[in-house]
């Protein structure tokens, strides 16, 4: 089972070379990586085309023009080979058993189309600052899950033919395209945690998810959840009616308010609990 790591690359050279080597030093073996660069300048492009050279795992694509990263990661998907794919940022690293995690869960559980890991904050040499604690094993087949608080982040991989069963990430986004993903292969199968803490996140100022403003990442998140509300059929929720367009982004999060709730909270843990895998 081949697995496609995926890497959608802007003007990230100077890191990216704490990603390949954590590549290389992984205990499953039958992988690929999948650049593909979003119109970096010319010495970024070579630099990284410098690290991978003579690797012929990695495989190194150009868009022909500055896409953006919905764009980036479909066409990420688009070129893999992988039964099993999963996204690292050019700057940041996984541990070396990720993959082999990841594979060992897909291959035992035919139901999961969707596996993720606890992560750890790093500084700007990665090293570790502090754990993501909000990670956890979400309730599956439920029409509700939005993943709103976050629960569901790195490591995260899913069966590429889940995937193209959807209609693919939306190319037009900016931010928030790994919640558009997770949501469209949950409407297809099951998530399962892997607790473990499988994938370090660097924190630098240069950081592409930190640099965005919190305003616009807020706005792509709500427009995610509500196209996922209207693929979904979901006409009210808690009571509340859905809008048929999509106005602004409070009026969305206002619909889910309930599920930040500690009683819905623990309702949500009890019935996961009991849930079978």
């Not at 790591?5 to 070379?17: E, G, R």
């Not at 993959?99 to 790093?122: H, P």
């Not at 998810?209 to 807020?218: E, F, I, L, T």
């Not at 309702?267 to 079978?276: D, R």
Request: charged fraction near 25%; glycine fraction near 4%; include cysteine.
């Amino acid at each position: 089972m081949k697995f496609s790591v995926l890497i959608a690359h802007y003007n990230n050279a100077d890191y990216f070379k704490d990603c390949y080597e954590s590549l290389q030093q992984q205990t499953y073996t039958d992988w690929e990586a999948i650049i593909v660069d979003d119109c970096s300048n010319q010495a970024e492009k070579e630099a990284v085309r410098s690290i991978i050279e003579g690797d012929s795992r990695f495989i190194f694509f150009e868009n022909e023009s500055n896409q953006g990263v919905g764009y980036t990661k479909r066409k990420c998907i688009e070129l893999a080979n992988g039964e099993i794919c999963g996204f690292v940022d050019p700057d940041d690293a996984i541990f070396p058993t990720a993959i082999e995690k990841s594979i060992t869960t897909f291959q035992n559980k035919k139901n999961v189309v969707l596996t993720y890991s606890r992560f750890l904050a790093c500084d700007e040499n990665l090293t570790p600052l502090y754990p993501f604690k909000s990670a956890k094993q979400i309730l599956n087949n439920d029409p509700y899950f939005f993943n709103f608080p976050v629960q569901i982040a790195h490591f995260v991989a899913f069966r590429r033919e889940a995937y193209l069963r959807t209609e693919g990430i939306d190319p037009s986004l900016t931010s928030a395209v790994d919640q558009d993903l997770y949501l469209k292969i949950l409407d297809l199968g099951s998530a399962y945690f892997i607790n473990e803490n499988l994938y370090k996140y660097r924190l630098h100022p240069n950081g592409v998810s930190q640099a965005k403003s919190k305003g616009k990442a807020k706005d792509s998140f709500a427009k995610v959840i509500f196209n996922t509300l209207k693929r979904r059929n979901i006409t009210s929720i808690n009571k509340k009616t859905v809008p048929e367009n999509f106005q602004s982004p409070q009026e969305i999060f206002n619909l889910l308010d309930y599920q930040t709730k500690r009683i819905y909270r623990l309702k949500i843990k009890i019935l996961t609990f009991f849930q079978s895998e």
